[in-house]
């Protein structure tokens, strides 16, 4: 039994730490890949020499960073099957299906395109070179989309039923698995989330470059396009962060007690504006 133990912990420290730094590149991506797009939009629109340095530049963070996500997010969908192959059984027919549109349709997609956009600036035309470059963006929104529904149906299960026959549970209702309250408001939150996450990483990086009075006129467009795309970020976040608290507090409630630090749970709980974590609290057992 010792070695039971031993061997799940191993597996979770070994899928947290890849998920870790997964989850550090991937919200860049996604936004990124909206703002490039938009620069380069801009860019085909006027034909400035500036717009296509700045497209060419935050592309290449953009490079960057996807290649690193793609990376971690391979192994994590192969420590799936590695960490937990009892689970991915049981319940593979539901919580596979997404991930295997995830990487058929939205992961080729992007890989297919991302070619074109480093690749194809004198081999395609500026307009198709453009809608590789959106689909690109749109692709990593959809990869987004399919894993996020994954994580969702682990928080609220929907859409199947168990199947004696084969001991394990079976998908019944795959619209009822895409559409559920938290699949939703993950799906929006993290979009949202991306695009704030992006926009404050453009004008950091933009405003060094004004500290350094280096590419001024690059930095001040790059601020307005990833102002205006964080702003809508940010006003987005709120929304969707409180449509997702309150599915968390209607599907989760002890998990939302748990991210509020309640160790007294009760209803109409005031809300708590800071906490201090303390590993020595137990449950006060009245019995």
Not at 69 to 75: K, P, Q, R, S
Not at 106 to 113: D, G, W, Y
Not at 155 to 174: I, L, S, T
Not at 237 to 246: K, Q, R
Request: some cysteine; hydrophobic content about 55%; charged content about 15%.
């Amino acid at each position: 039994m010792d070695d039971l133990i031993s061997v799940v912990d191993w597996s979770r420290w070994q899928f947290a730490l890849t998920a870790m730094y997964h989850w550090l590149f991937v919200p860049l991506t996604i936004g990124l890949a909206l703002i490039v797009a938009i620069m380069e939009s801009v860019y085909v629109k006027t034909r400035s020499a500036k717009w296509l340095a700045m497209t060419k530049f935050w592309m290449l963070l953009f490079g960057i960073n996807f290649a690193v996500g793609v990376a971690t997010g391979i192994i994590l969908e192969f420590e799936f099957g590695t960490n937990w192959s009892n689970y991915s059984w049981f319940v593979g027919d539901i919580f596979g299906a997404p991930l295997a549109i995830e990487g058929i349709v939205a992961f080729f997609m992007e890989s297919t395109f991302i070619a074109v956009m480093f690749f194809g600036w004198k081999k395609v035309s500026p307009r198709f070179h453009l809608t590789a470059t959106w689909l690109t963006a749109i692709g990593t929104a959809l990869s987004a989309l399919w894993i996020l529904i994954a994580n969702a149906w682990m928080q609220q299960p929907a859409g199947m039923e168990f199947d004696p026959a084969q001991m394990r549970n079976v998908m019944d209702d795959f619209w009822a698995l895409v559409l559920s309250d938290t699949a939703v408001a993950k799906f929006t939150h993290t979009v949202a989330s991306a695009w704030t996450l992006a926009g404050v990483f453009v004008i950091g990086v933009s405003c060094w470059f004004l500290l350094r009075k280096r590419n001024v006129e690059m930095a001040m467009s790059s601020i307005k396009v990833a102002g205006w795309v964080g702003f809508a970020g940010i006003l987005t976040t709120l929304a969707t962060g409180d449509l997702s608290a309150v599915n968390v507090a209607k599907h989760q409630p002890m998990k939302l007690a748990a991210m509020e630090g309640l160790y007294d749970g009760s209803r109409g709980q005031e809300l708590v504006a800071i906490g201090i974590l303390n590993p020595d609290k137990r449950y006060d057992n009245d019995e």
